[in-house]
């Protein structure tokens, strides 16, 4: 059977409020606030510093708090111009998925000239607001700004390469939030962010690989021809596997206990595990890999399984 073909999308008769240009709506789903929730890992370096009497010195008091809350505003503000940026590149190949068809830009709902002038606006927000923070964060941002343009016009479309380089947007994100404090970050839990930000990419590329078959999926996203369904199964267990080993490593090992003075860290592996599997159920049974934001912002059981987790962690903290 031939691969199916999906019409460029087209604004509804008369022009629905929704996609006047200019919308304030319409541009608040171009730059996909949902994704913004790839951001929270900037603060794991502040929370992890508060309950490390090596470092609580460096967190006390208003001034961190802002520092942090700063520099996940930059990351939103250039992300958000790095999304509108890669919606121009690949606005043709959009047109052609059967959901992304439906971005403003795909739909002709935002001008190509207006998305321009707002993602440079964007970009210039954020670097132009990391200048308030230490210069290491400065650093770490355009890094990432740097590696982000790389995949947008060349490193996306090699396979695996392009899952790499997610993942490691991840890391930089949680050096990022390290640097604006200048505190440290266990190498362990980078490790683990790595790991965890690599399951999620390769879920997602099963979930194109299987909704864009044949030559639709190949003229969107040119890196699914490197990827073989089956071999992404295993792929996804290996990685699943390795994260958790890893976490757990990193909450029971002589470091961390002698940081945080006390060995409950591990009270919050169960909570890791169960998030996997539930992610792993809605992935394989649920086809809802496509959207990783989605789900965990949807999620009820994903919701619950997180806020037992930070409830866990912070209990375990309060009684040392």
């Keep these: 059977m031939g691969a199916l073909r999906f019409p460029p999308f087209a604004a509804p008769a008369g022009g629905g409020a929704e996609l006047i240009p200019g919308n304030p709506r319409v541009w608040l789903r171009a730059l996909r606030p949902a994704q913004w929730l ?66 403003p830009l795909a739909a002709g709902a935002i001008s190509v000239k207006a998305a321009a002038a707002v993602a440079a606006l964007l970009l210039a927000i954020g670097l132009g607001g990391s200048l ?26 090699i396979s695996y390469v392009d899952v790499f380089v997610i993942a490691s947007g991840f890391v930089l994100r949680a050096v990022a939030g390290a640097t604006a404090l ?34 639709v999926g190949a003229e969107h996203r040119a890196a699914l021809a490197g990827y073989d369904r089956y071999l992404l199964d295993m792929q996804i267990a290996v990685v699943a596997a390795s994260t958790l080993v890893c976490y757990a490593i990193y909450t029971l090992s002589e470091e961390t206990v002698r940081r945080f003075g006390t060995n409950r860290l591990g009270l919050t592996i169960p909570f890791v595990i169960f998030g996997l599997f539930r992610y792993m159920e809605l992935v394989y049974r649920h086809d809802e890999g496509g959207r990783p934001e989605k789900v965990l912002l949807t999620d009820k059981i994903l919701i619950a399984t997180v806020a037992c987790y930070l409830l866990t962690a912070l209990i375990v903290f309060l009684s040392v």
Excluded at 144 to 156: D, E, N, S
Aim: aromatic letters at 10%; one cysteine or more; proline letters at 6%.
């Design 182 to 215: 200048a505190v440290r970050i266990s190498p362990w839990l980078l490790l683990c962010t790595f790991l965890l930000a690599l399951f999620l990419a390769l879920c997602k590329r099963r979930h194109e690989k299987i909704l864009l078959e044949g030559a």
């Design 132 to 157: 308030a923070l230490p210069p290491a964060f400065s650093a770490v941002l355009g890094a990432y700004l740097l590696m982000q343009a790389a995949y947008t016009f060349a490193l996306k479309r």
């Design 38 to 103: 790839k951001n929270a890992v900037l603060p794991a370096a502040y929370f992890f510093a508060r309950w490390d009497p090596s470092q609580q010195a460096r967190v006390e008091g208003l001034a961190p708090a802002l520092a942090a809350a700063t520099a996940i505003l930059c990351f939103c503000s250039v992300s958000s111009g790095v999304y509108l940026i890669n919606d121009l590149r690949d606005l043709e190949a959009d047109r052609i998925h059967p959901i992304k068809r439906c971005r």
